[in-house]
């Protein structure tokens, strides 16, 4: 049996690849916008595996399946024997071998490794305590869609170290674009994660209006992450400063736009009059998260498709 592609993190795809999926899901748009069904994965089943809340992982992976002509199938982890401890790699043999394709949102990235491992059919990452590399393959997406090419811009993250800034960070690499990243004190960048191609990609900044300066795209995330709920009030006084207002965003470049994957507390990460403002993509790279994962879904498990 050919062993299947997964996409844990931005890395298991070769840069050549995410060109293509930029350029497919441009196209899996286009057409969409123009009525046109496009129905490349009918008779395929997707299982959705969900241990933490999701809106738009969620409807994005289903409508963007169904879409495609295939079916979807939600397990809540917690209404599955995975909650009484089946084991991972018992119930990834199970699901692998009647769904065509898995996407799971959950705490671990070990998790989402373990089950890839033992599974017959690719396997997503829908989000872990980590990564989350379906929204930056969506983000950059989104961006090139508006300003273009993202090689050779800066991106400014300001806020926390969380999954969204490592997804960044891979991406950073990859598509060869600088990240100006300002995080508070004590929450600093595990550079044990990095590779020496990522270090050199990243600059970091003690003031977050620092980071801000002339970057193209300006972008945070939640003091708390999913699962980090018991470090809530303690966030909330470190991470007073690192929020993107309008004095952050008028020290971007003069076409800088603001993005965050959401949901947002407006108030805190970011202003109202930012996220609400007219340089926010915020709606449309919400929207995007489907078009994005229809070209991954297609290209996992039918390689390249012609795209004209
Ligand atoms: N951005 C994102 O992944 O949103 P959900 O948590 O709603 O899926
Ligand atoms: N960093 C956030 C992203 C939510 C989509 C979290 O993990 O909760």
Known sequence: MMKPRHFLTLNDCSVDELHYLFKRAAWIKARLKRGEPCHTLSDKTLAMIFEKSSTRTRVSFEVGMLQLGGNVLMLSAGDTQIARGEPVKDTSRVISSMADI?????????????????????????????????????????????????????????????????????????????????????????????????????????????????????????????????????RMRDFKGWHVDGEVMSLGAPDAVFMHCLPAHRGEEVSADVIDGPQSLVWVEAENRMHAQKALLEFLLLGQLKTD
Request: hydrophobic residues 40%.
């Open 102 to 234: 898995v996407m799971i949102r959950t705490y671990a990235q070990a998790m989402v490794e373990e089950f890839a491992g033992y599974s017959r059919v690719p396997v997503i990452n829908g989000l872990t305590d980590e990564y989350h590399p379906c929204q930056v393959l969506a983000d950059v997406f989104t961006y090139q869609e508006h300003r273009g090419p993202i090689t050779g811009k800066a991106v400014a993250w300001i806020g926390d170290t969380n999954n969204m800034l490592y997804s960044w960070i891979n991406a950073s690499a990859m598509l060869n674009f600088k990240m100006h990243v300002s995080t508070p004190p004590g929450y600093a960048i595990d550079d044990s994660r990095l590779t020496d191609a990522e270090h050199a990609h990243l600059e970091t900044f003690a003031d977050p209006l620092d980071a801000a300066r002339g970057a193209s795209l300006i972008t945070t995330d939640v003091w708390a992450s999913m699962g980090m709920e018991a470090e809530n009030e303690k």
